[in-house]
């Protein structure tokens, strides 16, 4: 400890003040939704909070910017199961949450 703080010895005030500057600007950023991709040769099956899905192999699916957060999802994307494939645009997951808001 340094002074009596809690924060670790290997910590600077500069380390401080970039957490702090970074955590203004990642919750000033608007998320979006992603495309993953089944890079494998099986069907993946991940099922989310939100819901289920099966992506199979070379398949492109859209998700939202909620999904894209789900520790299930984050999971697969740790072990490969799936990959990011590009960010959608703002049009695409607009008309991706209006098909969602049909079912």
């Not at 670790?8 to 401080?16: F, M």
């Not at 919750?27 to 099956?45: A, C, H, L, Y």
């Amino acid at each position: 400890m340094i002074g009596g703080s809690t924060a670790p010895a290997s910590w600077n005030v500069g380390d401080g003040l970039l957490a702090i500057i970074g955590a203004f600007f990642m919750t000033s950023r608007k998320r979006r939704g992603m495309f993953i991709k089944n890079t494998s040769t099986k069907p993946v099956e991940i099922e989310m909070k939100s819901r289920k899905i099966v992506v199979n192999p070379g398949q492109e699916l859209l998700l939202t910017a909620e999904e894209v957060r789900d520790p299930v999802l984050r999971e697969h994307l740790q072990v490969r199961a799936v990959s990011i494939v590009r960010p959608a645009s703002e049009e695409e997951e607009q008309d991706y949450r209006r098909q969602l808001a049909k079912r």
